[in-house]
């Protein structure tokens, strides 16, 4: 039977639970030799990773060295409690998810998405929209459960909530390469006003997506979830489906009750 | 003696939205000099955020550290329930709420000793509203409704009685620019309400946007031309003897709508009238700059602006003179209240 982890205090797992190994890569701008893989084993004890060994090492170009290390790493994270106090979703595969809106919702979810305002990066919402999606995890285009309508580029965020609610979206998908520019963020924060001045904002879910985009970002956006570096169109689609069958179950039992 | 005169002007209010034009602009201050004027006169206070404060730093630039919210002994807030935990204090769950954020869902509690707490509120108006209103059920006097980034919508008197606006040098590195933007920002709250009582007939029966002809008939006028953007043809709808006067929208005004309405008018007087302030949506141009152009943009509802706060430093850029851009604010706002709630840290 396979071990169970003591999930207060979790530790990196490399050969067998609570080991703590870990691999770490880097280079250094100092010349390929005896002195180079010296100089990567002290930087790893400052580190914190006790018994550190490096596994592999290559010249990269004059003057600079490529390392691969092992080590173990002492600490330990709390998961248990992380869990209890952070937000949390627990993603659903393809099939699931399929699933789930056919036996919950009954219907295919309207999912609309464009990278809006003068953003030409339409790399992201591509990628989690069309059939071909990422890293051979298919678009939501690709599922059962989902009718994907994809506007492309540099869409004007009136445009984007008109053709929302022409095609009665669900959910409103939009990537924005986030700055520490006001420019980005009015972008965004523009398409969510105009949502709750056309009055759809508690009906679709607003989502954004982008390099810098983190829950927390997301909230004072205003929008219903974020999603970031590591997203897979099966990411954005567990918290579709999810969110609303949520919301469904609220709805009615708000109407019950009342 | 600042933040004494801002609660006088809140005093009589209930509901009270903190709104920025941008971030970094003071909203959290605000916040904090005015919860503690409240609790001086032992009013019971509700606080909910449409997006998220309280945090320890900035969440654009981490450089940034944000003053901490010290709810009142006893006040109400509404939070993302793993914020309130997180939060480690004694708290009363009052209701759980409907409304999930991207911190998790929210839920009003009331804290019996106070203390720091991260405010998450639903982000919506619908959810605003509702949870302002079950505050004030469960014995806040009044509630405060903080704004995140440069976001309106909680400026609208469907969600606020009064709005606090907090302006600064975060708007731009050019004083000029801080005192054109806010200036042009406070026309938008200031937006006269129509005066032709057909306008609020045509309002109170439709279904979405209308025109409304110089001969009295009300037409529809279809979403795809008031959110279409640029090109969209009005000509039609405001071309000849019997074109349109006034439009009335029942969601949002946009630049481009605004700008083809007054191509097609072609000079003539039209009014585009909006069902409050937080529905205007001008970029390019202001509210005054249309009026000159004999394009009229009023509302059916007014806002009510108290006060404005200043805040002249932007961490790690740049810093006004505060006497300054106060008094040059004053200057072309003379009606209004302006202060600055520092010292400021940069």
Known sequence: MRETADLSAVRPYGDHLNDGLVQVTFTLPVPYGLAARHAALELARTMRLTEPEVVHYQRLCDGYTYFVVIGQCRQSVDFATLREGAFDIQYLTEPEIDRLIEEQIGRRVVVIGASTGTDTHSVGIDAMLNLKGLDGRHGLEAYHGFEVHNLGSQVPNARLVEQAIAVNADAILVSQTVTQQNLHLHNLTELVEIAEAEGIRDRTLLICGGPRVSHELAKELGFDAGFSKGTYPDHVGTYIAKEMVARRAIASTTATAG | ?346
């Not at chain 2, 009044?142 to 907090?166: E, K, M, Q």
């Not at chain 2, 529809?220 to 929208?249: E, I, Y």
């Not at chain 2, 083809?260 to 003539?268: F, V």
């Open chain 2, 1 to 346: 003696m600042s933040a004494d005169h801002l609660a006088d002007l809140v005093a009589e209010a209930q509901r009270v939205a903190v709104i920025g034009l941008a971030k970094n602009t003071g909203k959290t201050r605000t916040l904090v000099a005015l919860l503690a004027e409240l609790h001086r006169r032992d009013r019971t206070v509700g606080l909910t955020s449409v997006g998220r404060d309280g945090e320890a730093t900035d969440v654009v630039d981490p450089r940034i550290t944000k003053p901490r919210i010290p709810l009142p002994p006893g006040g109400l807030v509404a939070t993302a329930e793993p914020l309130l935990r997180a939060a480690g204090l004694p708290y009363e769950v009052v209701s759980r709420t409907g409304y999930s954020t991207p911190l998790g869902r929210t839920m009003i509690a009331r804290l019996p000793a106070g203390g720091a707490v991260e405010v998450a509120g639903p982000s919506s108006n619908q959810g605003t509203a509702e949870v302002t209103a079950a505050m004030r059920r469960h014995g806040a006097d009044i509630v405060l409704v903080d704004g995140a980034i440069n976001r309106r919508a909680a400026s609208s008197p469907a969600v606020a009685d009064l709005v606090l606006l907090a302006t600064g040098a975060a708007l731009h590195t050019e004083f000029e620019q801080v005192v054109e933007q806010t200036v042009a920002a406070v026309e938008v709250f200031a937006l006269p309400c129509s005066g032709d009582p057909a306008v609020y007939d045509a309002a109170a029966t439709m279904t979405g946007s209308v025109a409304i002809t110089g001969s009295g008939a009300v037409v529809p006028v279809d979403r795809a031309l008031t959110l279409g953007g640029a090109g969209a043809d009005l000509s039609r709808l405001l071309a000849g003897p019997d074109g349109a006067q006034h439009v009335v929208l029942s969601g949002a005004l946009c630049e481009a709508f605004a700008e083809e309405t007054r191509r097609a008018a072609r000079g003539r007087k039209v009014s585009l009238v909006v069902t409050d302030s937080s529905k205007v949506f001008l970029a390019q141009r202001t509210s005054d700059w249309y009026r000159r152009q004999n394009v009229s943009i009023e509302v059916l509802k007014p806002t009510v602006l108290a006060a404005v706060t200043v805040n002249p430093v932007m961490p790690f850029s740049h810093r006004f003179d505060s006497v300054a851009l106060r008094t040059e604010l004053s200057a072309r706002l003379p009606n209004l209240y302006f202060c600055d709630l520092g010292p400021h840290v940069d």
